[in-house]
Structures are given as C-alpha cells and as structure tokens.
C-alpha cells in the first residue's frame, strides 16, 4: 500500500476524513503524541489498527472526541467529578477511563467494558474528528514497542506503506502521551501520569486514590514493554561517568565532554517534548548506549521519569 502524504491545507483535512469514514487508517497530529486514527465505532477498522502496530489485542485504545456529544455516545458521563475535570483541562491531554455504552465495539477496548477517552487540544485533529463525525480510535502512531512520534517523519519510519495517509502538522507541542485517569470507582486513579500533572488534578477534585493499590494492575498498557530504542538506555549523574560504555549519547542539562553526542535539555517540558525523538535519532546515528540524568519528579518530571524508566527497561 502507497501511504499518502497530507498536508494540513482544507482539502487535505478532508482527505484524511473522507479516508477515516471509509474505514481507512490515517496517522493524526495531536498536541501530546501523532495518533493512529480509525472510525472507533467500525470494529474492523479498529482491528486494523492493532494489525499495523502489531499491538497485541487485549491493550485498549483510546478514543478522540471533538464535543461532549460524542463523549455521551461512548460513554457514561455521569460520575461526580466528570464534569469538574472536563471544565478543568478540555480539550488537552487528559483521558478518562468510563464505563463504555454499547455503541463501541469491544474490538476497540480490547474486550473491555471500559472506554478511555479524550478531547484533544488540537485544531487539525479536532477538524478531521468533526468531519468524519465519529469518534476516532487513536494509539501512539508507532510500532508497538518502539517510542512514540511526536512527528510525522517518526510515523512514517514506523508504519510507512502500512497505513493510508499520515497528516503532516510539524512536531508535537507536548511530546508525553495524556494522562490516562480511571474514573469507574468513587476515587480518581492515575493509570499513567502525563503533563496534565497530578497537583493538578488535585487542585480541581481533591486527594487520588493510592496508585500503588491492586487496580493498577487493571492497566492494561502498563503490562507491556514500551518506548524501546534499538540502544540500552540506563538513568546516570553526569559523575558517574567512568562506568559508561562508549560510544554513548547523552541527555541532560550540560553537555558531556565524553559523550558523541550531548542533547541538551533545561527542564522537565524540553525532557518530555523531545525525549522520544533523540531516541530515534540515536538509533538512526547508531549510537548503541544512552545515558539520561534524571529530572525531579515533581509536576511533568513524573511523566518523564516514568518513560525514561520503561526506555530503561526499569518499569
Ligand atoms: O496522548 C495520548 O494519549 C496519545 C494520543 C495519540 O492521543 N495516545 C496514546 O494511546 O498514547 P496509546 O494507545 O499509546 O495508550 C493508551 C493507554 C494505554 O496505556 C491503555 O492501556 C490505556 O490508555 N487504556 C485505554 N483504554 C483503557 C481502559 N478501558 N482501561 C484502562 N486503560 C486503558
Ligand atoms: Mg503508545
């Protein structure tokens, strides 16, 4: 299959629906990660969408939403604190975990009764969602494994002649995927923490629920190996350096004189928003060892230290 190139020009835009309504399969911009895209609601389009990322079929997706409608159409909306949390960070990088109505197919959830959803804060997403006017099933636009896009470039090394169409809107704002939060019990659970951070979420509806306790368990992404360059990637101080293997690449806040290539970030938002792509690039320099200086774990700097940890094989 020839996989087109879209521009994000009107009729481009509506190319990309037009392909969605079809059932085709077409690789989106969002402000967090590039998405695979589907119609949600045709279960063999979402099968598809497992078929090309090679994502193994019991990991649910998540579904786009371009109104509260459409949330209400896969949904059930009614917990306490929906609405709190809606008013509060949509559109943006927020996913809920709901009980699902019966309009999705379990090929979407991944054999659930739970649906995730989210409204992204995105404008050429939101226009291709209005005019397919479905819910749109969206994945990391990646290979199973490997670390998400945040461009179309990194779409298309992954799934080019795999896919329909990859929508070209440049690099992604945030570069961590949503935050993905379990509202089917009374409590908030955070099943994986993103840049909608957790004192922010608390700031609008109080203390969490422990994520430490069983139903963590019930995530089902977290069961899986994620974000893997073909390099080791391992967390280090800059002192540490007489144990590092060469030739290695390093990320931090400095350069390293012993590195072959520095990357250097100033905080937890460039960490999140480029982490992923210097993996690629690593990987496409062959540069086979990977060092990252931790950030602290406050605000986004979770995010980010829970991927470098599953690049690391840590988590
Ligand atoms: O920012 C994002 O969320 C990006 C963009 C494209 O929107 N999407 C994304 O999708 O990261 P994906 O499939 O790579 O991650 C979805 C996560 C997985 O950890 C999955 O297990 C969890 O959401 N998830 C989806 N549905 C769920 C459900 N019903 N219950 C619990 N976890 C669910
Ligand atoms: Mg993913």
Request: hydrophobic share 40%; charged share 20%.
């Amino acid at each position: 299959m020839k996989t087109l190139r879209l521009s994000n020009a009107a009729t481009d835009i509506r190319r990309a629906a037009d392909l969605l309504i079809k059932g085709g399969l077409v690789a989106l911009p969002t402000e967090t990660v590039y998405g695979l895209a589907a119609d949600a609601l045709n279960p063999e389009a979402a099968a598809r969408i497992y078929e090309a990322k090679g994502r193994p079929s019991d990991n649910p997706l998540i579904l786009h939403v371009a109104n509260a409608r459409m949330a209400d159409q896969v949904a059930y909306t009614d917990h306490p604190l929906f609405e709190e949390l809606t008013n509060a960070f949509w559109p943006g990088p927020l996913t809920l975990v709901l009980p699902k109505k019966a309009d999705v197919p379990l090929a979407t959830t991944g054999g659930l009764n739970t649906v995730a959803v989210r409204m992204p804060d995105h404008a050429v997403m939101q226009q291709v969602i209005a005019l397919t006017n479905k819910p749109l099933a969206a994945p990391s636009a990646n290979s199973s494994g490997k670390p998400s896009p945040t461009s179309a470039q990194h779409v298309l090394e992954d799934l080019d002649g795999i896919i329909d169409a990859v929508l070209d809107d440049g690099p992604c704002r945030i570069g961590v995927e949503s935050t993905v939060v379990d509202l089917t019990g009374e409590a908030p659970i955070i099943l994986r923490p993103g840049s909608i951070t957790e004192e922010m979420i608390v700031a609008v509806v109080g203390p969490l629920q422990d994520v430490a306790g069983e139903r963590v368990k019930h995530s089902p992404g977290t069961r899986y190996k994620h974000y893997s360059p073909k390099a080791h990637v391992a967390i280090a101080n800059p002192e540490a350096s007489t144990f590092f293997r060469e030739p290695f690449a390093w990320i931090g806040s400095h350069s390293h004189p012993k590195a072959a290539r520095s990357f250097i970030l100033s905080n937890a938002h460039e960490y999140a928003r480029d982490f992923y792509a210097i993996l690629r690039e690593c990987d496409r320099l062959n540069i086979p060892y990977i060092y990252v200086e931790p950030v602290e774990e406050i605000g986004v700097g979770k995010a980010v230290m829970d991927r470098v940890r599953r690049a690391a094989g840590i988590s």
